[in-house]
């Protein structure tokens, strides 16, 4: 199996896991919690899961399909750290307009490290059991 294919699954799980991480999280907010930690939950998680795309774009373009770097480094930094501040501004004039809390905001922010650890559990299961046996 090539790269690109291992990459385009792995890729593909995580997405799905984002999404289904979000939906999970934000239910259980909107059950057990105030309206704003609810609402931070989700917009922390929307605005992280399209972070996670454009960052996962930004990584395509700069590689070609042989995996030889096609952009410049400081390109791909440049645009890391316009991403960045981009999603700073967007988290303070959430905070500011007081639309979300900010502890469910932290709690939706946590989205894609609570899928990426599942991923990884999940990919460390699927190797120790393929030894196993």
């Known amino acids: 199996m090539s790269v690109d294919l291992e990459w385009k699954a792995a890729y593909r799980q ?15 907010g909107a059950l057990l919690l105030a309206p704003e930690m609810a609402a931070g939950i989700v917009l922390g998680g929307m ?8 960052l996962q774009h930004t990584i395509r373009r700069a590689f070609s399909q042989e995996g030889t770097m096609t952009a410049t480094k400081a390109s791909v930094i440049l645009k890391y750290y316009f991403r960045l501040l981009g999603l700073g501004v967007i988290l303070f004039f959430l905070i500011k307009q007081g639309w979300v809390h900010p502890v469910g905001l932290a709690i939706g922010v946590s989205t894609i490290l609570v899928s990426l650890v599942a991923f990884g559990i999940k ?7 393929r030894e196993a046996t």
């Open 14 to 28: 995580i997405r799905w896991l984002n999404w289904v991480t979000l939906l999970v999280m934000s239910g259980a």
């Open 123 to 129: 990919r460390v299961c699927k190797t120790y059991i």
């Open 47 to 54: 605005v992280m899961i399209a972070n996670f795309g454009l």
